[in-house]
């Protein structure tokens, strides 16, 4: 035990000498792991190094002498544990392995993953699914019946699986142009129809976030859910004042599902975009990223209120008598409770019969709604990012209620230029036009074809934009597929334009199937231009842009004359800094010390090889001459300086310490 321990205390000394040591002469720091196992192996070296060098004890020379070997003994044995650590970096690279807690958590969480993976599975089995995992049945071959029972059974497994899934669900009903209409209508009760989490679960989730019970803070609460959805519960009640509310509830739990059903819809687009060119040319890895930013803020409240409040107040919404936004009532609002004005309705995917019956014109609503969401995100940048009929209520006096604003796109005001620009272009028909709005909208690679993008824009406006041809959400399909076949990167934001334009034409389909969009996006365009070439417009524009030209102006006839009497002089002359960024300094600055201790090292071992050869010399020991003792410590250095070297050639850019 004594020796055990001694020799721990060895190690623990010659750790604090060797750490130090080999990270001021490679450069680099390493793991406390690899600096242990280099301390070991340095230590367990020594002995043998010293025995061949001088042979067995007892030694036999001057003191000077067992000096010079000592040192030079150390420093092949600090040698060993260097070319350890170099060797380490070059197999297993830093950074390339997590740390132990990092390990911990992984394997957690990669449980917890897998967990969920069987339980999906078990559900699809419960349903009746499991076959069609297997690819045993096409369900497009299927008669009609087993058709609906299919949707059914889809619907049932989705609302089952939890949040996610229900929202897949509710992309996927309004997109009948990739599956049967009927598993599509089946899938858009999806919408209101999810399983209600039992009363005394959400009671106690009021009670948390507003701090009491829902019977102290409202004249009357219908414990009876008003709509159950993916993500909240809607409850009708009623303020103290007498006035009708609606109070939304997130679901019990609810943040810990989504977050471990992003985190596997992550790792698949990572997946995705590292052995796909469809996922890298797509970005995928970003567009989840998107994804999971968005659902994170349905899942906080505060920034659907925020919305609220921002949508409400947009030009798109409060100059039109049609829209409708509730009003909040931010004392009873938190991060998981939301109270709002009710808004008396029915849900737009079911008010198709209630339009015919009150004689409403169902083209009209389909182009109010269509115009408020064009505007908001080309006038206002501020845009509804979830239009699914769900969403939207037909009211009793025939406005357009819109709900559920917890996830909306943002756009900057360049990015609105481009797309007012890019409808401008589709309205005159003019696809050289469009084609440079669009290179403005999305990411471009360092090389592009402009010339086949254009053949390949306006084969896309001949085909979806001619008249009398029929439109649908293929039009935007076949948008993506000239973005992802040029190498076009699309922004998470303008993805989420086309995905909520795809999705407000299958929610306009519901009320007026006939809905002409191409022709409603030119009588916004036409009718956006007019309202920019209306005087007050144009006035406002001249002032804003003389404004920013005026002091440019003003300097300008100086620069001139200066730059004239320079020429006339023959002084003119142009100054370029080169490495003027201090990251290419650093950069160069790196490759010339690295290229430096190359030459140097090579120069070391040149003269060790020279030194080693040479015969003659004074004698330190019976086999060491003083000649070999230079070339030995020659060695060593050329040796120290070229693993400095290739360690820094190994190091994985921007590593973490293991």
């Known amino acids: 035990m004594d020796v055990v321990l001694i020799g721990l205390i060895n190690i623990a000394i010659f750790m604090a000498v060797f750490v130090p040591v ?230 019990p739990g609810i943040a810990a599902v989504v977050e471990r059903d992003l985190d596997i819809v992550r790792r698949l687009a990572r997946l ?127 406005r357009i209620g819109m709900l559920d604003l917890g996830s909306v796109g943002r756009l900057d005001p360049a990015t609105r230029e481009a797309l007012q620009r890019f409808l401008l272009a589709i309205d005159h028909g003019d696809p050289v036009a469009a084609t440079d709005a669009l290179l403005e909208i999305v990411y471009r690679p360092d090389v592009i074809d402009e010339r086949s993008l254009e053949r390949a824009v306006g084969q896309f406006m001949t085909r979806h934009l001619a008249a009398g041809v029929a439109l649908g959400p293929a039009m935007f399909n076949d948008l993506f597929k000239i973005i992802t076949s040029h190498d076009l990167g699309v922004p998470p934001e303008v993805a989420a334009v086309f995905r909520a334009l795809a999705t407000v034409e299958g929610t306009i389909s519901r009320i007026s199937p006939g809905f002409d969009l191409v022709a409603a996006s030119r009588q916004f365009a036409t009718a956006h231009v007019t309202d920019r070439l209306a005087p007050d417009a144009l006035r406002r524009t001249a002032t804003e842009e003389l404004a920013t030209l005026l002091p440019m102006l003003r300097r300008l006839p100086r620069r001139i004359d200066r730059i004239a009497a320079a020429a006339e002089s023959g002084r003119l002359n142009l100054n370029v800094r080169l490495f003027a960024d201090d990251r290419d300094r650093r950069h160069v600055t790196t490759l010339l010390h690295q290229v430096l201790l190359a030459i140097l090292g090579a120069t070391a071992g040149l003269m060790a090889v020279l030194l080693l050869g040479t015969p003659g010399g004074p004698r330190i020991t019976d086999s060491i001459t003083l000649f070999q003792l230079f070339g030995y410590n020659l060695l060593v250095i050329c040796v120290v300086l070229v693993l400095r070297v290739l360690v820094l050639v190994f190091r994985l850019p921007d590593s973490s310490r293991t």
């Not at 995928?284 to 998107?290: F, I, K, N, S, Y």
């Not at 100059?319 to 009710?342: C, D, G, I, K």
């Open 272 to 398: 995705l975009e590292r052995n796909t060119d469809w996922g890298r040319a797509m970005g995928v890895r970003a567009l989840a990223d998107g994804f999971a930013d968005a659902m994170r803020e349905e899942l906080d409240f505060t920034v659907e209120a925020g919305n609220m409040t921002t949508v409400a107040a947009g030009r798109s919404v409060a100059s039109n008598n049609e829209m409708v936004v509730p009003e909040l009532h931010p004392h009873a609002s938190t991060r998981r409770v939301l109270t709002m004005q009710r808004l008396d309705g029915i849900g737009l995917g079911n008010a198709a019969g209630a339009i015919a019956d009150r004689g409403l014109d169902a083209a009209r609503l389909g182009r109010t709604l269509f115009d408020c969401l064009l505007g908001q995100v080309a006038i206002d940048g501020v845009f509804h990012a979830d239009p699914h009929p769900g969403n939207f209520l037909l009211l009793t006096d025939g």
């Open 22 to 251: 080999a990270q001021r002469l490679l450069g680099v720091r390493f793991g406390l792991v690899r600096l242990a196992v280099g301390t070991g192996l340095t230590l367990a070296l020594f002995n043998p190094i010293a025995e061949g060098l001088v042979g067995p004890p007892p030694f036999e020379g001057s003191n000077a002498a067992a000096m010079a070997l000592l040192i030079l003994t150390t420093l092949c044995s600090v040698l060993s544990g260097l070319i350890f650590l170099v060797l380490a970096e070059a197999l297993v690279p830093t950074g390339s392995l997590p740390r132990a807690r990092d390990l911990r958590r992984d394997l957690t969480g990669r449980i917890a993953r897998t967990k969920r993976y069987l339980q999906i599975v078990r559900i699809a089995i419960r349903h009746g699914l499991g076959p069609y995992l297997r690819g045993r049945r096409r369900p497009g071959r299927e008669n009609a019946a087993g058709q609906a029972e299919l949707a059914r059974s889809l619907r049932l497994a989705l609302d089952e699986a939890g949040v996610t899934f229900v929202k897949l669900g509710q992309v996927l009903s309004t997109r009948s142009d990739i599956i049967p209409a009927s598993v599509a209508d089946e899938l858009s009760r999806l919408q209101d129809q999810v399983s209600p989490a039992p009363w005394p679960e959400v009671e106690a989730v009021l009670a948390d976030e507003l701090g009491a019970p829902p019977h102290q803070l409202y004249a009357d609460f219908d414990t009876e859910p008003l709509a159950a959805a993916s993500v909240a519960q809607v409850y009708t009640a009623r303020l103290p004042d007498g006035q009708g509310v609606v109070v939304k509830v997130q679901r």
